[in-house]
T-cell receptor, first 112, second 112 residues
Framework: EAQVTQNPRYLITVTGKKLTVTCSQN?????MSWYRQDPGLGLRQIYY???????DKGDVPEGYKVSRKEKRNFPLILESPSPNQTSLYFC???????????FGEGSWLTVV | QKEVEQNSGPLSVPEGAIASLNCTYS??????FFWYRQYSGKSPELIMF????GDKEDGRFTAQLNKASQYVSLLIRDSQPSDSATYLC????????????FGSGTRLSIRP
């Protein structure tokens, strides 16, 4: 089954404690990205990757890091989480940039 | 001006009626247009995409594109309670970076 899998789905953490949200897709897609969704603000892109070892900032990259060492994986790293990073996070992939986007199930992150 | 604008709603429509959702975009060079449906707490899922001016029908859904006026709409015929969700308009920009920009979504409520 074609899917985008992200983990953890739910996480409560404390300010400053590094965390990683993993993302994996099994569709051999070149393009992967991370979004956060907040009430009234819609989906905002954090980082994206057009292929292995190629990443770039989206609209709200501050406080986040990513890496793309393999085509299927695109982890999101919060080096020092802060409460304003409390949000619903989606990993997504598509065959190429601008093609139909497939989303993971989302990760609810709370930073206290 | 936001790049992709939608009325946040909520839009309330009686069951069995036609729901009409609208979206405007600012980049005149935009190429592809997508409608995603998102149930509360779930990930967005693609309903339709449209590339050319005019109408595109898929079951109870019709997407309409007018590039001269820079708007795209989604009509849902015979609305059902299960159609109650947030509908996200997404636009592939015409820039060389060619990214997909999401609107903040319209919340649709179908009343029995």
């Amino acid at each position: 089954e074609a899917q985008v899998t992200q983990n953890p789905r739910y996480l409560i953490t404390v300010t400053g404690k590094k965390l990683t949200v993993t993302c994996s897709q099994n569709m051999n897609h070149e393009y992967m990205s991370w979004y956060r969704q907040d009430p009234g603000l819609g989906l905002r892109q954090i980082y994206y990757s057009m292929n292995v070892e190629v990443t770039d900032k989206g609209d709200v990259p501050e406080g986040y890091k990513v890496s793309r060492k393999e085509k299927r994986n695109f982890p999101l790293i919060l080096e020092s989480p802060s409460p304003n990073q409390t949000s619903l996070y989606f990993c997504a992939s598509s065959y190429r940039t601008g093609n139909t986007i497939y989303f993971g199930e989302g990760s609810w992150l709370t930073v206290v | 001006q936001k790049e992709v604008e939608q009325n946040s709603g909520p839009l309330s429509v009686p069951e069995g009626a036609i729901a009409s959702l609208n979206c405007t975009y600012s980049d005149r060079g935009s190429q592809s247009f997508f409608w995603y449906r998102q149930y509360s707490g779930k990930s967005p899922e693609l309903i339709m995409f449209i590339y050319s001016n005019g109408d595109k029908e898929d079951g109870r859904f019709t997407a309409q594109l007018n590039k001269a006026s820079q708007y795209v709409s989604l009509l849902i015929r015979d609305s059902q309670p299960s159609d109650s969700a947030t509908y996200l308009c997404a636009v592939k920009t015409g820039s060389s970076a060619s990214k997909i920009i999401f609107g903040s979504g319209t919340r649709l409520s179908i009343r029995p």
